[in-house]
């Protein structure tokens, strides 16, 4: 067998991390390149810019690259491992917050870990970057409106990054995070690549618990419903923080077991019912199995579908 990996992917940052994945897990080094090979030029541009820009915020944080690529692995195997309870049990390794919130979100280095191993797979996960640049045109098609953004579990920080390089210094932004560690991360993110010129408000709190006066003309929630035990409790909250005309971005999963996902979506639909029980309708959606199978199959397989919808307030 070949195992010489094209020299076109060994450029750059692309290359580099490519490649250390694939020395360190040659399980995934097939997959992954014909991933890679498969994308375009933009993809290619965007995913270096995103490592080059990383690597640099690292730095700061007295973090290599290699840290960051073990910290994705390791995900990856925990994701195995939760995907093998899950086809045996039915169920996912957790059912309670309050246990995910022990096991991951107040334990540093565990979160630490996972967040930042998550920040890869914004690009090295195909439904992850079909999100990531979703929730982006989003923000630009809605920034004229935009005055007050909220981002509900801002988890690497990386959503919020983009949302304030596009609204700017103009707008002020308020971030909510039940773990401290994925907010301490959220914020050193910001103020490595804006500074102090940004209004932005951090606060460490389970959202639920959370009494804000303010509404807001944009609200983030990328994965967090499948956190929580009680997403249409969530859901409801979060309408009531949105204007009048305010616009939503979410997104969750079905048939996704992890090591920290407690509540189980087991359809699209019951997807859709959620939101709409809340008091809230869809403008817009993705639905992205992980995949590419006819969807009857991904349905028989329970196979994740990944899915993303922008929202507004029922009328």
């Keep these: 067998m070949n195992t010489k990996m094209n020299d076109d992917l060994l450029v750059g940052n692309v290359g580099k991390v490519i490649s250390i994945i694939s020395k360190k897990s040659p399980l995934q080094r097939k997959k992954l390149v014909q991933y890679i090979k498969a994308k375009d030029k933009l993809f290619i541009t965007d995913f270096e810019k995103f ?8 730095a700061t944080e007295k973090l290599r690259i ?3 690529i073990d910290s994705y692995l390791k995900m990856c195997d925990d994701m195995v491992k939760s995907q093998i309870y899950f086809m045996k049990t039915g169920k996912y390794p957790l059912s309670d917050e309050e246990q995910a919130f022990h096991k ?6 565990e979160m630490k870990s996972f967040m930042i191993g998550l920040a890869l797979s914004q690009f090295l996960w195909s439904t992850h970057y079909q999100m990531y640049k979703y929730f982006v045109r989003s923000i630009k098609t809605y920034s004229h409106s935009i005055l007050n953004y909220l981002e509900i579990g801002p988890g690497h920080g990386l959503f919020l990054k983009e949302a ?3 609204l700017g210094k103009d707008a002020s932004y308020t971030a909510v995070d039940i773990s401290k560690t994925s907010l301490g991360i959220s914020q050193s993110i910001i103020k490595h690549f804006f500074g102090k010129n940004i209004k932005a408000e951090f606060i460490n709190k389970n959202m639920l618990d959370l009494n804000i006066n303010i509404k807001y003309d944009f609200i983030g929630m ?6 929580v035990n009680q997403p249409e409790a969530l859901l409801s909250k979060y309408k009531s923080l949105l204007t009048p005309s305010g616009i939503g971005f979410i997104s969750t999963c079905v048939d996704c077991p992890t090591i920290d996902h407690v509540y189980h979506f087991k359809s699209v639909d019951e997807i859709r019912t959620t939101i ?6 869809i403008i817009d959606e993705k639905v992205l199995p992980v995949e590419s199978l006819p969807m009857s199959e991904i349905i028989k397989k329970k196979i994740t ?3 993303c919808a922008i929202i507004k307030r029922k009328n």
């Design 51 to 58: 490592l080059t820009d990383y690597d640099g915020y690292l």
């Design 66 to 68: 290699e840290y960051a």
């Design 104 to 109: 991951v979100y107040d334990n540093d280095n």
């Design 164 to 166: 304030i390089k596009i």
């Design 222 to 227: 990328g994965e967090v419903l499948e956190h």
């Design 276 to 281: 709409f029980n809340s008091g809230l309708n």
């Design 305 to 307: 579908i990944n899915y």
